[in-house]
Nanobody
Framework: QVQLAESGGGSSQTGGSLRLSCVAS????????MAWFRQAPGKEREGVAA????????YHAASVKGRFTISRDNAKNTLYLQMISLKPEDTAIYYC????????????????????WGQGTQVTVSS
C-alpha cells in the first residue's frame, strides 16, 4: 500500500512559478511509474506529466510542455512538478498518482492505470 501526499500548491499571478512535491510512503517509491494530474472545476481529470521509475523517460502534456517539468528523487521518495510561466488556465487541484504496472508513457493520461492517488493540492493562478 502506498500513501501519497502532495504539497507546494498555492496562489500565483500569471507568469509566476510554483513547485509541487509528492512524498510517497508505505512502499518503495522507485517501483512505481509516477504522474501528475489536475482537475479544474467542472472538468475531467487530465494528465499533466509522467515519469518512468528511474527517470529515464518523461512525458508532458502539450498544454504544459516547455513550462512544467516532472522529476523525481527516489532516495527521498519524492516526486516533483516544477511549474513556470503559469497561466490562469493552470488553475486546478493537482494530484500525484502511482502506477504498479509498467506501461508506455504515451498512455499516461489514462487514470485507470494508476492504483494510488494523493489527496491533491490546490493551484490558483490569477491574471
Amino acid at each position: 500500500q502506498v500513501q501519497l501526499a502532495e504539497s507546494g500548491g498555492g496562489s500565483s499571478q500569471t507568469g509566476g512559478s510554483l513547485r509541487l512535491s509528492c512524498v510517497a510512503s508505505g512502499a518503495t517509491h522507485s517501483n512505481y511509474v509516477m504522474a501528475w494530474f489536475r482537475q479544474a472545476p467542472g472538468k475531467e481529470r487530465e494528465g499533466v506529466a509522467a515519469i518512468s521509475t528511474q527517470s529515464t523517460a518523461t512525458y508532458h502534456a502539450a498544454s504544459v510542455k516547455g513550462r512544467f517539468t516532472i522529476s523525481r528523487d527516489n532516495a527521498k521518495n519524492t516526486l516533483y512538478l516544477q511549474m513556470i510561466s503559469l497561466k490562469p488556465e493552470d488553475t486546478a487541484i493537482y494530484y500525484c498518482a502511482a502506477a504498479t504496472r509498467p506501461f508506455s508513457l504515451l498512455e499516461f493520461a489514462n487514470t485507470n492505470l494508476y492504483a494510488y492517488w494523493g489527496q491533491g493540492t490546490q493551484v490558483t493562478v490569477s491574471s
